[in-house]
């Protein structure tokens, strides 16, 4: 089955794909280069194209650990008092990490 002409008009005119492309076509991320290449194969980065991630101020930020060690760990022979009857799932995890002083 082959698209009518004008569909085919329509589909040229549409930017390639790597599928489409020839075996070496790289498209990209449209990042951009950070640096340049020298005349003896090697490259030089240039550090203002270079992002940086700046961290807010964490001043007064109380974070607490959301893994506790203090956690005991249930009996092996009795998983009952859980939904799954299993060692720990995930609710009784966190009912266990609140009792412990946790908050989320």
């Avoid at 329509?10 to 449209?30: E, V, W």
Wanted: charged share 25%.
């Amino acid at each position: 089955m082959q698209p009518s002409p004008i569909l085919q008009k329509a589909i040229r005119r549409l930017a390639l794909t790597t599928k489409q492309g020839p075996h070496n076509y790289y498209k990209g991320n449209r990042t951009g280069a950070l640096g340049r290449h020298t005349k003896y194969g090697g490259y030089v980065i240039d550090y203002k194209r270079v992002r940086t991630y700046v961290c807010p101020d964490l001043n007064g930020f109380h974070l607490t650990p959301f893994v506790l060690s203090r956690i005991a760990r249930p009996k092996r022979d009795y998983f009952g008092h859980t939904e799954t009857n299993s060692r720990m799932d995930g609710k009784e995890y966190i009912r266990k990490w609140k009792e412990e002083g946790g908050n989320i």
